[in-house]
């Protein structure tokens, strides 16, 4: 145990997930997991996968379960002591012709978005090993500029969002009170987007950048990379259901 190089990709029984896992099953020098929430999608991915030659393992994890993140967590330790390589990939979006009330879209995809790519990280990080890389699948909807609401509040939230010395208890309030906001349909007034799945992006990022500046300060020696990721537009699920 130790030795052997670790990559886990969350959310990759379908989509770009899974094509990173197929792309790592060739290429990467260590064993890969394929994970999912649901144990069923998962094991037919990783059987597509072998029977193109390739041996991903396998594990659950529902990055929306704290309980499933821990127990994910301690079968690495305990079969393989750490991590070196993470990619956050799981995500969900609503589809433009979606009723739920706007409010409602915000709180689900902030969370499964946001705040439990949060969590994986707060747990998985301390089995980062040296050199680990680390991405988050961000998007081109993640970019600053999407902080389009009402000026002068959008500059002032992007002025926010982009400091150099924004913490995550900081960036935990700002999508807090984004989600109040938008309960009350006052969001595009205070300067956000009408689009939460562009601010789950836009706080994804802004999380990266913390944590890679948090890298750099709490493990100089370590050299461990983090970069936000828009992978391109890419026909899945996804893509499928935001233009229904
Ligand atoms: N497609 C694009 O053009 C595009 C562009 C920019 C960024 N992205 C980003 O790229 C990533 C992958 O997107 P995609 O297009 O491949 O989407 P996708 O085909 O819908 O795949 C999303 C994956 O996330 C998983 N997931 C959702 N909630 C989860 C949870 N609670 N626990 C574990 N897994 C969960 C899904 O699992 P289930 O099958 O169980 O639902 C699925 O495996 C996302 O972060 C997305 O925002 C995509």
Excluded at 56 to 69: A, G, M, R, V
Excluded at 82 to 98: E, P, R, T, W
Excluded at 167 to 188: C, P, Q, R, Y
Excluded at 226 to 242: E, K, R, S
Aim: proline share 3%; net charge neutral; aromatic share 6%.
């Amino acid at each position: 145990m130790g030795s052997e190089k670790i990559a886990v990709v969350t959310g990759s029984n379908k989509g770009i997930g899974l094509a990173i896992v197929r792309g790592l099953c060739k290429q990467f020098n260590g064993t890969v997991y394929l994970t999912a929430r649901d144990e069923v999608r998962g094991m037919e991915a990783v059987k597509c996968l072998e029977q193109e030659g390739l041996t991903p393992k396998f594990h659950q994890l529902d990055t929306d379960s704290e309980s499933s993140i821990k127990i994910f967590r301690d079968h690495i330790l305990k079969n393989h002591g750490g991590i070196d390589v993470l990619v956050n990939n799981a995500a969900m979006a609503f589809k433009n012709s979606a009723t739920e009330p706007f409010s409602y879209q915000a709180n689900m995809t902030l969370r499964v978005n946001y705040f439990d790519t949060l969590n994986v990280c707060d747990q998985l990080f301390p089995l980062l090993r040296k050199h680990a890389r680390v991405v988050h699948m961000s998007s081109y909807a993640g970019h600053l500029t999407r902080i389009n609401g009402k000026e002068p509040e959008a500059a002032t939230l992007r002025s926010k969002l982009s400091s150099p010395t924004l913490t995550t208890n900081e960036l935990n309030d700002l999508v807090k009170s984004f989600l109040s906001l938008a309960a009350e349909g006052k969001h595009e007034e205070a300067g956000w987007p009408n689009t939460s799945y562009g601010v789950s992006k836009v706080a994804v990022s802004a999380l990266g950048r913390i944590q890679q500046r948090e890298f750099d300060e709490k493990r100089p020696n370590d050299d461990i990379v983090l970069n936000n990721v828009h992978p391109g537009l890419v026909d899945t699920d996804m893509t499928a259901t935001l233009v229904q």
